[in-house]
């Protein structure tokens, strides 16, 4: 058969991973359990794609998170006809027709294009670390939605000639003009239906003097449009559409001028983001910003971040917490794993931190081999509570608590290529590893020497045979206060990552004096005292090691 022919016929896994919105691997899982039909050139025949995609994809299979955000839905249409005949009656509310635009979005569209307008409290905050002067400053919104951050740029002393806005909904941008229009008289032709990342990119000059935006948090772009994206702005690994509206903004400023953003808490802490963490401390980083939960129908925290295009003078940046409001030094975040964020610490306990990281330790990224636990893609149907011929126990994350594992309450059926995704038997079979929980706001291992299997509210390490101490030794420095106090003040998260317990410090020169552990014992080791708030400090003498 010709090449051409051959390739009608077939598609490549990336190919295939890409249409079903899930990662190479869970294609190749496919393959091995049989629902795939792979080619003796590395790809997929599009029969068995095709035959995967209708009768099995969203149903047996967990391949995309559109089945959860397919469960409602609007009539955009007839929504947007409805607001642009609003926009042209007089004596609408300006100030709530952006609010009731939102709110007559489904949840589906929402999340398809990461929109959350924002509130005006929020928008105010950000214009503290500005200039007085403003009026003959250019202003531009990215990503303008329904004109918050334009209103705000307005009452804080922008002239309206130099204000600038884009946003790809029509709808958005028909009420940010009339909004503008209604609060100045003046009717902007600067306010623009245009994505601001593609006009980035043909961009012949810098021309913005501030930025401030919400860009979309996780908006489904294409792998492909995300790694071209990411290419052209020289985002690294940082390709979610929130990162790579800041790397693009940074193109369009000013020299000195200034960015400001409100973002997920992931760019925040989330190893994916270190590049465009890196690029802002790079910068001169004004402050750090911690506005809560501000969307009611998102479980994710928002901070924001506000820098000025210019090298970083090595000047304190302002960090404001939800309860008070601190200083940081740049090399302080720099220092971090990852150059993570985590502005809610302390100065004290930032150079805690600092002081653990001094000490002699190895890490865990180097030194084990990691796995997911089993992903069945349909608990319903394939666990149950009471043992059966031919299943396994299996453990969630509930059963563990710190070096305890509880009796199993579900059992799976034996055959692994019923499941989406399985890690590598030897893992499982291996004579010692850690499990631990995986979505936890705190470090919970249990040393494992039976070979357990368990889902995917539970993980596991592997120790390589060149890590100078026990798996069970290794447990008990995981689970103590020290490595718990550690974990939560740099990564602030709940969920326990396999990139965030590959960077800590593992000090296994403890057991070298240390036949037993002792929680007290290691802190004073390492040469910190627990303060009465549950924190460390450092010791004023240092008795442990060098």
């Known amino acids: 058969m010709p090449l051409d022919d051959l390739a009608v016929l077939s598609l ?81 509310d300006c100030a709530l027709i952006g609010g009731q635009y939102q709110d007559s979005l489904s949840d589906a569209y929402r999340n398809q294009e990461g929109i959350y307008y924002t509130p005006e409290w929020i928008t105010e905050r950000f214009f503290t670390y500005l200039p007085a002067e403003r009026a003959g400053l250019r202003f531009c919104d990215p990503c303008c939605g329904s004109g918050n951050f334009i209103l705000a740029a307005v009452d804080q002393g922008f002239s309206p000639e130099n204000i600038f806005g884009f946003d790809i909904d029509p709808v958005a941008v028909a009420i940010t003009r009339r909004r503008l229009l209604a609060r100045t008289g003046y009717d902007s032709p600067h306010i623009q239906c245009a994505d ?6 043909q961009a012949k000059s810098c021309g913005f003097d501030v930025i401030f935006t919400n860009p979309p948090w996780g908006k489904k772009l294409s792998k492909a449009q995300k790694q071209a994206y990411a290419t052209q702005f020289s985002a690294g690994n940082s390709s979610d559409t929130c990162s790579l509206f ?9 020299r000195t001028g200034y960015l400001g953003l409100l973002l997920p808490d992931a760019f925040f802490n989330v190893a994916t983001f270190a590049t465009a963490r890196r690029r802002a401390l790079s910068r001169d980083i004004k402050a750090l910003m911690d506005f809560g939960k501000p969307f009611p129908s998102l479980i994710t925290k928002a901070k924001g971040i506000v820098l000025q295009n210019q090298t970083n003078p090595h000047v304190p940046i302002i960090c404001e917490g939800l309860a008070d409001t601190t200083e940081r030094t740049p090399s302080s975040f720099q220092q971090n794993p990852k150059s993570i964020l985590n502005f809610s610490c302390s100065p004290d306990a930032a150079a805690v931190i600092a002081h653990l990281y001094a000490q002699d330790h190895l890490k865990l990224a180097d030194h084990a081999r990691f ?25 969630k994350g509930a059963d563990l608590k710190p070096g305890i594992l509880r009796e199993p309450s579900l059992f799976i059926p ?48 592997v120790p390589k045979p060149d890590l ?7 447990c008990q420095l995981l689970n103590s206060r020290v490595m718990n106090w550690l974990f939560q003040s740099i990564f602030e998260t709940h969920k326990v990552l396999r990139a965030d317990i590959g960077a800590l410090p593992i000090h296994t020169r403890y057991f070298e004096t ?30 442990g090691a060098s």
């Not at 601001?196 to 990119?201: A, D, K, Q, V, W």
């Not at 796995?371 to 453990?395: E, H, R």
């Not at 036949?515 to 240092?542: M, P, Q, V």
């Open 12 to 92: 490549t896994i990336a190919e295939a991973a890409d249409a079903l919105g899930v990662s190479t691997a869970s294609v190749r899982n496919w393959i091995k359990a049989g629902y795939l039909i792979s080619t003796e050139r590395g790809s997929i025949t599009r029969d068995s794609f095709d035959e995967f995609r209708k009768h099995v994809a969203g149903q047996e299979k967990l391949v995309t998170r559109a089945n959860k955000s397919q469960k409602d839905s609007h009539d955009h249409g007839a929504l947007s006809s409805r607001i642009r005949r609003l926009l042209t009656k007089e004596g609408f």
């Open 196 to 201: 601001f990342l593609e006009t980035s990119l």
């Open 246 to 254: 800041f790397f693009a903004s940074l193109t369009r400023l000013q």
């Open 371 to 395: 796995g997911l636990g089993i992903v069945t893609g349909n608990n319903k149907k394939y666990c149950v509570s009471l043992p059966q011929p031919g299943y396994l126990p299996v453990y």
């Open 414 to 461: 034996a055959d692994f290529s019923l499941y989406h995704q399985v890690a590598p038997q030897e893992l499982y079979d291996a004579p010692e590893k850690l499990i631990y929980r995986f979505i936890s706001s705190r470090l919970v291992f249990h040393h494992d020497t039976t070979q357990s299997y368990f889902l995917n509210s539970v993980n596991m390490l």
């Open 468 to 474: 100078p101490i026990t798996g069970q030794q290794l």
């Open 514 to 543: 240390h036949d037993g552990f002792d929680d007290d014992a290691y802190a004073n080791f390492l040469g910190i005292e627990e303060t009465d708030a549950g924190g460390y400090r450092i010791k004023e003498s240092r008795e």
